[in-house]
């Protein structure tokens, strides 16, 4: 069997193996006594309509419309909703041809990079700290993944970095914003300088650089802060999005690729990324999301949950001592840990049954990631276990 698979079988991501470790704590001690901040899987409810056009839909009757295979690229009328939507949000002109619906942002990932990648000789850039899979996407589509190293003071782009990594084999760069490990939204400042560097790069190696632009957090920005649509910024622009933080729907898979009109041969990129779907089996998206998602496209859940939480746990252990990166968005935050190896302190907070990430796997050393999209009662009652791991190291 593919040995490499196997790896990656017999070996989960750090992440889930925190979750099934939280779990069975929680089995043994009670779930209220375990914090456990692993897992970006959203606490607040999905937007109540689309629970109820959910129902309408299925209640309608009509099996081959609510279960049945759709066009490999999507439900027309889902696509035309959703490019209408971002026209109105973006003063942009897409059409249902710009876009490919999909199981997901992972699913996006995977489609673009595959549909990119032409040899080993090719590579993508991840910006550290970075999600941890999309080395296993980008190796998965047969390119070589490089990293670009942090700036530890703001967690933004790095450029000096940037210039080091980027060469003539440079494919695609992945931009996450907001970002998932440190909360952070990159400004539109930065991303203007990286569209410049990019655009000087295309023309000195003669070919397109593309920017991948995973946004499942788009929504989730605190005290009023823009995201700035980052195809309006640089042309070769692809972006992958998911409705499972937006909506609240992480389970159903449904999100999608965008292929702008401008970026570099983008009738043959998207073919590609349809091509790419077929490779990997991705039949369709599932029909009942995309139905529902046809009449949900302008909507969220509510995201004020996600600020009261933020100021909840960046204001509690700042207060304590820790040092934190203030999150702009999406619903995580990045802790120092209080030794050099995050893993160890990753251990040590075992023992105050805190269940944190450690940041190594993002690119990153010396730091947790925590994920706040838990109830508020959580972040409130783990203040006491962290003040004690705090004092255990500063007796």
């Known amino acids: 069997m593919n040995k490499e698979m196997l790896n990656l079988g017999s070996n989960r991501s750090i992440i889930r193996e925190l979750f099934e470790f939280s779990k069975q704590r929680k089995q043994e001690i009670g779930e209220d006594n375990v914090y456990d901040f692993t897992l970006g899987n ?20 009509n099996d081959s419309y609510t279960h049945g295979y759709t066009s490999a690229a999507g439900d027309n009328l889902t696509r035309k909703n959703i490019a209408d939507d971002l026209n109105k949000r973006f003063n942009t002109n897409y059409t249902l041809n710009n876009l490919y619906m999909t199981c997901g942002a992972a699913a996006s990932l ?31 589509a047969g390119a070589t993944f490089k990293v670009v190293k942090p700036n530890m003071e703001t967690f933004e782009i790095n450029f000096d970095e940037l210039l080091k990594e980027l060469n003539p084999n440079t494919k ?28 000087q790069k ?14 499942p957090y788009r929504e989730i920005v605190f005290d009023g802060l823009e995201v700035p649509h980052i195809p309006n910024l640089y042309d070769d622009t692809v972006v992958c999005y998911s409705y499972s933080k937006s909506l609240s729907l992480p389970g159903e898979r449904i999100g999608y690729v965008l292929v702008p ?3 570099y041969d983008s009738k043959n990129l998207y073919l590609a990324c349809l091509g790419a779907g077929r490779a990997y089996g991705y039949v369709c998206a599932p029909s009942l999301m ?15 949950e996600y600020k009261k939480n933020r100021d909840l746990i960046y204001n509690g252990l700042t207060k304590i001592g820790y040092e934190c990166v203030k999150p702009d968005g999406a619903f995580y935050l990045f802790m120092k840990a209080l030794e050099p190896d995050a893993y160890k302190f990753m251990e040590r907070a ?28 959580t972040i409130i009652n783990s ?11 500063n007796k």
């Open 290 to 304: 995309q139905h529902a998602i046809e009449q949900c496209a302008t909507l969220t859940s509510d995201m004020n």
């Open 383 to 393: 203040m006491q276990a962290f003040e004690k791991l705090y004092k255990e190291y």
């Open 350 to 377: 075992k023992k105050y049954d805190i269940v944190v990430v450690p940041s190594d796997n993002f690119g990153v050393k010396g730091y947790v990631r925590l994920a706040y999209c838990v109830s508020s009662k």
């Open 261 to 263: 009109d401008k970026a």
């Open 110 to 140: 995977c489609i673009a990079l595959r549909a990119l990648t032409e040899s080993k000789n090719d590579e993508i850039l991840a910006i550290a700290p970075y999600f941890t899979e999309y080395k296993v996407f980008a190796e998965s």
């Open 202 to 215: 295309e023309k000195e190696y003669n070919h397109a650089i593309y920017i991948i632009c995973d946004e």
């Open 42 to 61: 959203p606490s607040v409810k999905p937007n109540p309509k689309f629970n109820e056009t959910l129902i309408k839909i299925i209640n309608a009757g």
């Open 172 to 199: 695609a760069i992945i931009v996450n914003s907001p970002n998932n490990p440190s909360g952070v939204v990159y400004k539109k400042e930065s991303l203007l300088k990286l569209a410049d560097i990019l655009k």
